[in-house]
């Protein structure tokens, strides 16, 4: 689903990326770990569109997205990509379900149909109690959990996460990991986790190691 061919990526004289070549296919959760400075943030940011990459190729379900327009690459990634941050990035001002519901809104969707979907997902995640309550008045957890619903609003081919858990005490990390495989197993999601959580690594079905901007492993893992 995912083909990354010889990507490289440098900042001025440094060199982050070299020549990195990967495949995730559809229905896979992979986990991105390497040391500081790996080079595993550019390489989710290239994969997501958020960065172009100096050489090479990425393509999402046959579309290489290397080539498109900015404007074309925005719709792409609003209807395509999910994205899920270390620090939720949730609105203050709105509250969850507005949040939930904001991409599905920029994708053109109806108010109502945004609405019906952002809802169908908070009460999968079990925080129907809590949509019309805005990002101060929820927990951590809480927060990160509509950082997901809201990543996946719009069915995306596939949700990146960047140290989804980083922020997050051991009880609510758990919670994060099994709700992963719970979104893998009953929706088919596929997940790309740059992480340094050992445990959530171990549940991947493939782990990818970079080192010094470059594929250095490539492993299986999931029980």
Same mark, same amino acid.
């Given at each position: 689903?995912?083909?990354?061919?010889?990507?490289?990526?440098?900042?001025?004289?440094?060199?982050?990326?070299?020549?990195?070549?990967?495949?995730?296919?559809?229905?896979?959760?992979?986990?991105?770990?390497?040391? $500081?400075?790996?080079?595993?943030? +550019?390489?989710?940011?290239?994969?997501? +569109?958020?960065?172009?990459?100096? @050489?090479? +190729?990425?393509?999402?379900?046959?579309?290489?997205?290397?080539?498109?327009?900015?404007?074309?690459?925005?719709?792409?990634? %609003?209807?395509?990509?999910?994205?899920?941050?270390?620090?939720?990035?949730?609105?203050?001002?709105?509250?969850?379900?507005?949040?939930?519901?904001?991409?599905?809104?920029?994708?053109?969707? $109806?108010?109502?149909? $945004?609405?019906?979907?952002?809802?169908?997902?908070?009460?999968?995640?079990?925080?129907?109690?809590?949509?019309?309550?805005?990002? @101060?008045?929820? $927990?951590?957890?809480?927060?990160?959990?509509?950082?997901?619903?809201?990543?996946?609003? %719009?069915?995306?081919?596939?949700?990146?996460?960047?140290?989804?858990?980083?922020?997050?005490?051991?009880?609510?990390? %758990?919670?994060?990991?099994?709700?992963?495989?719970?979104? %893998?197993?009953?929706?088919?999601? +596929?997940?790309?986790?740059?992480?340094?959580?050992?445990?959530?690594?171990?549940?991947?079905?493939?782990?990818?190691?970079?080192?010094?901007?470059?594929?250095?492993?490539?492993?299986?893992?999931?029980?």
């Amino acid at each position: 689903m995912i083909e990354v061919r010889d990507i490289s990526k440098s900042y001025d004289k440094l060199q982050v990326l070299r020549q990195v070549s990967i495949d995730i296919p559809r229905g896979e959760i992979v986990a991105v770990v390497g040391p $500081s400075g790996a080079g595993k943030t +550019t390489l989710l940011q290239i994969i997501g +569109t958020l960065e172009r990459p100096d @050489s090479g +190729t990425v393509k999402i379900d046959g579309c290489d997205v290397t080539r498109l327009g900015e404007r074309r690459l925005a719709a792409f990634r %609003n209807a395509r990509i999910g994205f899920i941050f270390q620090f939720h990035q949730l609105l203050p001002e709105f509250t969850m379900l507005e949040n939930v519901m904001m991409p599905a809104l920029i994708g053109g969707q $109806s108010r109502g149909e $945004s609405m019906r979907r952002a809802m169908e997902l908070i009460e999968y995640l079990g925080l129907a109690d809590r949509a019309s309550h805005k990002p @101060s008045e929820l $927990s951590g957890g809480e927060r990160q959990r509509a950082a997901v619903a809201r990543a996946l609003v %719009n069915s995306p081919a596939v949700v990146l996460a960047d140290e989804p858990t980083g922020s997050l005490d051991s009880h609510n990390r %758990n919670d994060m990991h099994r709700l992963f495989l719970d979104l %893998n197993r009953d929706k088919g999601q +596929t997940f790309v986790i740059v992480t340094h959580d050992e445990s959530l690594a171990a549940g991947a079905h493939r782990v990818i190691h970079l080192r010094d901007g470059m594929v250095e492993h490539i492993g299986s893992s999931m029980q």
